[in-house]
């Protein structure tokens, strides 16, 4: 029972990401209104980014900067001493994705709103239900 306790404690930051995942998807299917639906939306996109941080993250690596740390160990350039950029490099692409998103979003609830003076989505669908 302890070993599956430490597990657990020792994974914490995946917990989290996985209980963040599930309010963003939550709200995204069961809230009627449109702006709670984009902040779950928005919640799913940190998490995942979270989440993919947090697996590129390396104990006792360093920059992959080659110069004069090749000069310094006489093993020479190994692969497993650098961190890899990769993940971090599209993490930051996601979030510009996440932001542009959102106002995209936003911006076509104002559209939503101007029309139908609501932000309830049974009530757009009962009002796009009287126009057919």
Known sequence: MNEVIAVIVAKINYWIYILLMMMGLFAMIAKKNLVKKIIGMNIMQTAVILFFISISAKQDATLPIIGHQAQLDPR??????????????????????????????????????????????????????DIE
Not at 77 to 102: C, D, E, G, R, S
Request: hydrophobic fraction near 55%; aromatic fraction near 4%.
């Open 76 to 129: 020479g350039i190994q692969a497993a001493n650098f961190i890899n950029p990769l993940p971090h490099v599209l993490m930051l692409t996601a979030i510009v994705v996440a932001v542009a998103t959102l106002g995209v979003a936003l911006a076509i609830l104002i559209n939503i709103y101007q029309e139908h003076r609501t932000l309830d989505e049974d009530e757009i669908i009962e009002q796009l239900g």
